[in-house]
Structure formats: structure tokens, C-alpha cells
């Protein structure tokens, strides 16, 4: 009994492998999947795109976003058997809310209803410094026979910006605005951080005489209280890890303004990315 589990097993791998490579061996020229994301069985990619561009995103009932950043643009068509193993709508769109949300990433909107309306979804991911946005757009049919897959990514704030630099413009009476990411609603520093921060460990280092204080600030999604706090623990991250490479506690003080303080609007993805930051002040 086990040896007959073990064969069929086998041979469900085998036609799962083979029914990938034979959908990627008719895929267009020079096209391939996304590497977040795994294709649907028997669809294979009939035509791509890959430019830097804008594109408008389904953002609610009758809204929509224009967006700027690097945009991959896949159309997906089916060519298995027909019948129940064709998926539907829903089905298309979980396969993606699911494997987004493994990632941290959520749903934006989306729309499933068969009435000859707009349906697909779009999702939001923030991930190694960058963000990226979703859509499942263009589902033909129902069951699901072709769709559109887009990808548009944002790069994260870049800051270059080494030890002396820093003591430059702290010692001369202004502050330090440091875009550093954190893990998205925690106060966990990422690692693609981290030469901010040791940048930071060594203006200390060769300054001994230096104190500072570390302001937490935040964008306003979310609850205000929550902000607050949020805005705390991150500023208090920053200085443990700074102690955790031998800098003294006592030169390092920690404040959160949540989000009272805005350096710019929050009504756009840019304005918030601009709030979400650290400032370093000397005292």
C-alpha cells in the first residue's frame, strides 16, 4: 500500500514538473515569471513587457492611482484541459492574495462580480527597501481562460550619507533625517539598514564627546495611538543597537512623535514615505 502512495506521489510530481516546463517552453520570447511568484498550472505567458512607466491601479469602487516606477507587464493565457480544473475568478485572485500575504504584503481592492464590470484585484508590498504594487487585471472569462499580471515597483528612499557628513550637519545645529527601514509596523531594523546605522555607530565613536537625541517620527496610516507607540519603540531600536555596538546609554536619549510631526503631504505614497523617518539631534 505504501509502495502504490509512493508511486502515484511520484508520478503526481512528475506531471505537476512536466506540465510547468511544457507551459514555459511555449512561453514568448524572452519572457519569464516574476520571481515572487509562482505561475498557475498549464497557463503560460503569451506576451511581457518591462520598462520604466506609470500605470493606473484599481484602487476602490470608481478609484484609481497613477503610479511611477519600474512596471513588468505579463499576460498569462490558459492552455490545459477545460472543464473544472479551469480556474475561476476568485480563485486566480487568492492564488495571488495568498502567495502576497506569505510576503507581508495585503490587498488593496478587489472585484469578482460576473455582471461584464471591471474585475481583478490590486495588492501592496513592501519588501527589502522597496515597494511594490500589484494587479490582477483583465480576467478574461469566467472560468478564468487569459489575465493580465502587473508589477510596478517603487524603490525605497536611498540614503548615502557616510560618519563625517553626519557630525558636519549635526555639530553645525541641524538635524539628521534618516530614512531607515523597519519591518512594516514593528520596530525590527532590516538589514539593507544596517550601513546607516553603523555610519551612525562611528560618528558616534569618533566623537565621544557627542550626545544625541533620536526622534521616532511616523505617516498616519493607522491609529494615531498606535502611531505613537510605533514611533517610540523605533527610536528606542535605533539606540539599542548603536549600545549594542558600544556606545554609551547615556549619551543617547529617545523620543516618538507618532504622527504629529509631517515633513510632507500623507495624502500621497511619496509624502508618507517621506514621514516614515529618524532624526538625530544633537544636545
Same mark, same amino acid.
Given at each position: 500500500?505504501?509502495?502504490? @502512495?509512493?508511486?502515484?506521489?511520484?508520478?503526481?510530481? +512528475?506531471?505537476?514538473?512536466?506540465?510547468?516546463?511544457?507551459?514555459?517552453?511555449?512561453?514568448?520570447?524572452?519572457?519569464k515569471?516574476?520571481?515572487?511568484?509562482?505561475r498557475?498550472?498549464?497557463?503560460? !505567458?503569451?506576451?511581457c513587457?518591462?520598462?520604466?512607466?506609470?500605470?493606473?491601479?484599481?484602487?476602490?469602487?470608481?478609484?484609481?492611482? !497613477?503610479?511611477e516606477?519600474?512596471?513588468?507587464?505579463?499576460?498569462?493565457?490558459?492552455?490545459?484541459?477545460?472543464?473544472?480544473?479551469?480556474?475561476?475568478?476568485?480563485?486566480?485572485?487568492?492564488?495571488?492574495?495568498?502567495?502576497?500575504a506569505? +510576503?507581508?504584503?495585503?490587498?488593496v481592492?478587489?472585484?469578482?462580480?460576473?455582471?461584464?464590470?471591471?474585475?481583478?484585484?490590486?495588492?501592496?508590498?513592501?519588501?527589502?527597501?522597496?515597494?511594490?504594487?500589484?494587479?490582477?487585471y483583465?480576467?478574461?472569462?469566467?472560468?478564468?481562460?487569459?489575465?493580465?499580471?502587473? &508589477?510596478?515597483?517603487?524603490?525605497?528612499?536611498?540614503?548615502? !550619507?557616510?560618519?563625517?557628513?553626519?557630525?558636519?550637519?549635526?555639530?553645525?545645529?541641524?538635524?539628521?533625517?534618516?530614512?531607515?527601514?523597519?519591518?512594516?509596523?514593528?520596530?525590527?531594523?532590516?538589514s539593507?539598514?544596517?550601513?546607516?546605522?553603523?555610519e551612525?555607530?562611528?560618528?558616534?565613536?569618533?566623537?565621544?564627546? &557627542?550626545?544625541i &537625541?533620536?526622534?521616532?517620527?511616523?505617516?498616519n496610516?493607522?491609529?494615531?495611538?498606535s502611531?505613537?507607540?510605533?514611533?517610540?519603540?523605533?527610536?528606542?531600536s535605533?539606540?539599542?543597537?548603536?549600545?549594542?555596538?558600544?556606545?554609551?546609554? @547615556?549619551?543617547?536619549?529617545?523620543?516618538?512623535?507618532?504622527?504629529?510631526?509631517?515633513?510632507?503631504?500623507? @495624502?500621497?505614497d511619496?509624502?508618507?514615505?517621506?514621514?516614515?523617518?529618524?532624526?538625530?539631534?544633537?544636545?
Amino acid at each position: 500500500m505504501k509502495n502504490s @502512495s509512493l508511486k502515484f506521489s511520484s508520478l503526481l510530481i +512528475m506531471f505537476c514538473v512536466t506540465s510547468l516546463l511544457f507551459a514555459q517552453e511555449m512561453d514568448a520570447e524572452g519572457c519569464k515569471d516574476h520571481p515572487f511568484f509562482n505561475r498557475l498550472e498549464n497557463y503560460y !505567458i503569451d506576451g511581457c513587457k518591462e520598462n520604466y512607466n506609470e500605470y493606473e491601479f484599481m484602487m476602490g469602487n470608481d478609484k484609481t492611482q !497613477i503610479l511611477e516606477g519600474t512596471l513588468i507587464d505579463i499576460l498569462y493565457t490558459y492552455d490545459g484541459p477545460f472543464g473544472p480544473n479551469l480556474p475561476s475568478k476568485l480563485q486566480v485572485i487568492r492564488n495571488y492574495e495568498n502567495a502576497i500575504a506569505k +510576503m507581508g504584503g495585503q490587498k488593496v481592492y478587489s472585484r469578482t462580480t460576473d455582471d461584464g464590470g471591471w474585475t481583478g484585484a490590486t495588492f501592496h508590498l513592501q519588501k527589502d527597501g522597496s515597494e511594490y504594487w500589484l494587479g490582477i487585471y483583465d480576467l478574461i472569462n469566467n472560468p478564468v481562460d487569459q489575465f493580465t499580471f502587473v &508589477l510596478l515597483t517603487v524603490q525605497g528612499m536611498k540614503q548615502e !550619507i557616510t560618519a563625517n557628513e553626519m557630525f558636519e550637519k549635526i555639530n553645525s545645529g541641524l538635524p539628521i533625517t534618516l530614512y531607515i527601514n523597519f519591518e512594516t509596523g514593528k520596530s525590527a531594523i532590516k538589514s539593507d539598514s544596517e550601513n546607516i546605522v553603523e555610519e551612525l555607530y562611528q560618528m558616534m565613536n569618533e566623537n565621544p564627546d &557627542l550626545k544625541i &537625541l533620536v526622534e521616532g517620527h511616523t505617516d498616519n496610516v493607522g491609529n494615531k495611538s498606535s502611531n505613537q507607540s510605533l514611533s517610540e519603540k523605533r527610536a528606542a531600536s535605533l539606540k539599542t543597537a548603536l549600545v549594542t555596538k558600544g556606545i554609551s546609554s @547615556s549619551k543617547i536619549e529617545t523620543v516618538g512623535f507618532g504622527q504629529d510631526q509631517p515633513l510632507a503631504d500623507n @495624502s500621497t505614497d511619496e509624502g508618507r514615505a517621506k514621514n516614515r523617518r529618524i532624526e538625530i539631534k544633537k544636545i
